[in-house]
């Protein structure tokens, strides 16, 4: 079986999945700077199974990384862009609002123009997805990482002619209703899981290991009231419908 982990951040894990040993694990990774670019690829060149992408993080709008962008997207580097979009979590976050739109609009741009999918970070601004929605739906994948919305809010940006993909994480271990939600009624080649490692922890946790992806799709796999095999199956098929991608 092999566990696809659709979003996580590999220059702030202490390590990765050892694919030398155990070939279970295929992943993408997001980077938002140089510092985390040059991190990431040494960590991720060479893995199989494993792929990189970079994008303008809402919470770190730098301007700065606008160029590295398309160079990594020129050299063909990158497999999407990402994570990008909105996050009104805060109040600080909600001040950045002219930013993050300037970060959002040159990574949408971005992904038309090199024909890449695009990982959306979308915390309190649900509604400018479909603001967005025209721009997006001229957009080859978009994958929207730990989606915090209900199932018939996914199905409303479907039908906006969007290719969408929804990403869940460990929220489903902590019961969270929409996530499950989302698992048992969307499509399940509709459906991707991650970790986000290191980050969404849940209560007493320090951090997220990558390998903890086996447990979300074990938690899927009880959601859905189906086989482990098919759950791992079925979303390796749409992980690489998704990011453009060969597994093996």
């Known amino acids: 079986m092999l566990f696809c982990d659709a979003h996580f951040h590999a220059a702030d894990c202490k390590f990765l999945p050892d694919n030398e040993?155990?070939?279970?694990?295929?992943?993408?990774?997001?980077?938002?700077?140089?510092?985390?670019?040059?991190i990431q690829t040494k960590l991720i060149n060479g893995r199989k199974n494993f792929f990189c992408a970079f994008g303008?993080?809402?919470q770190l709008p730098r301007i700065e990384n606008y160029q590295l962008l398309e160079q990594?997207?020129?050299?063909?580097?990158?497999v999407a862009i990402g994570e990008t979009g909105f996050d009104f979590y805060t109040d600080s976050f909600k001040s950045n609002r002219k930013m993050?739109?300037?970060?959002?609009?040159?990574?949408?741009?971005?992904?038309?123009?090199?024909n890449v999918p695009l990982v959306v970070h979308n915390r309190k601004a649900l509604d400018l997805m479909f603001v967005y929605a025209k721009q997006l739906s001229?957009?080859?994948?978009?994958?929207?990482?730990?989606?915090?919305?209900?199932?018939?809010?996914a199905g409303a940006l479907l039908r906006h002619g969007?290719?969408?993909?929804?990403?869940?994480?460990?929220?489903?271990?902590?019961?969270?209703?929409k996530s499950i939600d989302c698992v048992q009624k969307l499509p399940l080649n509709r459906i991707l899981l991650e970790t986000d490692?290191?980050?969404?922890?849940?209560?007493?946790?320090?951090?997220?290991?990558?390998s903890e992806i086996e447990r979300v799709y074990n938690r899927a796999s009880d959601i859905r009231n189906c086989s482990i095999e098919e759950i791992c199956q079925?979303?390796?098929e749409t992980f690489c419908s998704a990011f453009c991608v060969k597994i093996s």
Do not use: M
């Open 21 to 38: 040993k155990d070939n279970h694990y295929a992943g993408v990774s997001c980077a938002h700077s140089l510092s985390e670019w040059n």
């Open 56 to 58: 303008i993080h809402p």
């Open 72 to 78: 990594l997207l020129q050299e063909n580097k990158i």
């Open 100 to 114: 993050q739109e300037e970060a959002w609009s040159v990574c949408l741009e971005l992904a038309e123009k090199y």
């Open 138 to 153: 001229k957009v080859t994948a978009v994958i929207f990482h730990s989606f915090a919305f209900t199932s018939r809010e």
């Open 162 to 177: 969007i290719n969408g993909f929804f990403s869940f994480g460990k929220p489903l271990l902590n019961n969270n209703k």
């Open 197 to 210: 490692a290191p980050f969404q922890t849940l209560k007493g946790e320090s951090a997220t290991n990558p």
């Open 234 to 236: 079925t979303i390796a």
